[in-house]
């Protein structure tokens, strides 16, 4: 049984920024893949809910024909079609991170440099469902579990 003494000690111990990086990092995946996936791959919008002009559509395109297309319109093999989220280096290296009150996302140096010139910075980021996703289904359930084992 936890007493009132040990419940204030025990919450001496909580330290929410710590915690909230340690529940980024474990679920990193899931979060770029918010950014990476859902946004850009399925979406093809950025972090402000603009469309990405022909990005996701020109990529899938490729990847939906029967047969499969290469980019002059030839026939390829569906192993060797041309889309970023399979293929490209940029965003396999997709991670999360915490800098100070905020959560950032980004890819390499080189994938950022390309993503962002072909595009803009916002392509990095959370649409607001997104951001809310990120708060209320995968940090604060977690947060709630992490501290209540610190509590008690």
């Given at each position: ?55 996701a559509p020109a990529t ?93």
């Amino acid at each position: 049984m936890v007493t009132v003494v040990d419940f204030l000690d025990n919450l001496k111990m909580v330290d929410v920024k710590s915690i909230t990086e340690t529940i980024i990092s474990e679920n990193e995946h899931e979060i770029v893949d918010l950014n990476r996936y859902d946004q850009i791959f399925v979406k093809g919008i950025d972090a402000d809910g603009r469309s990405l002009a022909n990005y996701a559509p020109a990529t899938q395109g490729i990847y939906d024909s029967d047969p499969p297309l290469d980019l002059f319109g030839e026939n390829k093999s569906t192993a060797q079609t041309y889309n970023m989220f399979w293929t490209g280096d940029s965003y396999h290296a997709f991670r999360a991170y915490v800098k100070g009150d905020k959560l950032y996302i980004t890819t390499s140096p080189r994938g950022r440099k390309l993503l962002i010139q072909n595009h803009n910075d916002s392509i990095f980021g959370l649409v607001t469902e997104n951001q809310e996703k990120v708060n209320y289904e995968i940090i604060a359930p977690r947060l709630n579990e992490k501290i209540r084992g610190i509590l008690f």
